[in-house]
């Protein structure tokens, strides 16, 4: 703590707390290969990983966490044909 003269304010200086937060990563998949595949390769390169294979279970995720990013599969969306 700094202490400035008498009927001064003072000044705390206090340190960052060194605290490590790991980023989290939604995978998103139905095919279980391709969201294993994913898994890997997110948690290789230091991410924690959450898998999701259904809407409700992404609702789920996203009720208790907020990731970092979120990993979809481009086929999960097909509109029906006109």
Known sequence: MVKASPGRFETKVVAAPAVEVTPWVLVFMKDPGERQSAVQVWESAGFAV???????????????????????????YRPAPR
């Open 50 to 76: 959450e898998i999701a294979s259904t809407v409700e279970d992404v609702l789920e995720c996203l009720a208790v966490m907020t990731p970092l990013l979120i990993v979809t599969d481009d086929r999960l």
